[in-house]
């Protein structure tokens, strides 16, 4: 996605074919200096939250907000690694949340 505040928008269209159990929704929201990113990462996972309540399909939040983030090449590996430990983490998610919701409707 261009920026995150269109990660729901995407989250929605993919829940809406129902070809997907769950989705991951990965991104890095960072203080660019226009506008606070505590409010873009709220609205990107309150979003988030409304749509996979109005279509039943769990989506799995990787959506960072690293209060210091400069695009040096020291931050950027350390994130780089760091989404790789958090991707880890939501696929053990998506994996128990999906054992939860089958035998919720079981």
Same mark, same amino acid.
């Given at each position: *996605?261009?920026?995150?505040?269109?990660?729901?928008?995407?989250?929605?269209?993919? #829940?809406? $074919?129902?070809?997907?159990?769950?989705?991951? &929704?990965?991104?890095?929201?960072? @203080?660019?200096? !226009?506008?606070? +990113?505590? =409010?873009?990462?709220?609205?990107? /996972? @309150?979003? /988030? *939250?409304? !749509?996979?309540? @109005? $279509? @039943?399909?769990? !989506? !799995?939040? /990787?959506?960072? $907000?690293?209060?210091? %983030? +400069?695009?040096?090449? #020291?931050?950027? #590996? %350390? =994130? +780089?690694? +760091? %989404?790789?430990?958090?991707? #880890?983490?939501?696929?053990?998610?998506?994996?128990? $949340?999906?054992?939860?919701?089958?035998? &919720?409707? &079981?």
């Amino acid at each position: *996605m261009p920026g995150s505040l269109e990660i729901p928008l995407q989250a929605k269209l993919l #829940a809406k $074919t129902g070809k997907y159990a769950s989705i991951v &929704a990965a991104g890095l929201v960072v @203080d660019g200096g !226009i506008y606070r +990113h505590e =409010f873009v990462a709220q609205t990107v /996972l @309150d979003a /988030l *939250m409304r !749509i996979q309540l @109005d $279509t @039943d399909v769990p !989506i !799995i939040s /990787l959506v960072l $907000t690293p209060q210091n %983030f +400069h695009e040096h090449d #020291a931050h950027q #590996a %350390f =994130f +780089h690694e +760091h %989404f790789k430990i958090k991707g #880890a983490e939501a696929a053990v998610a998506c994996v128990k $949340t999906l054992e939860n919701v089958r035998k &919720a409707v &079981a």
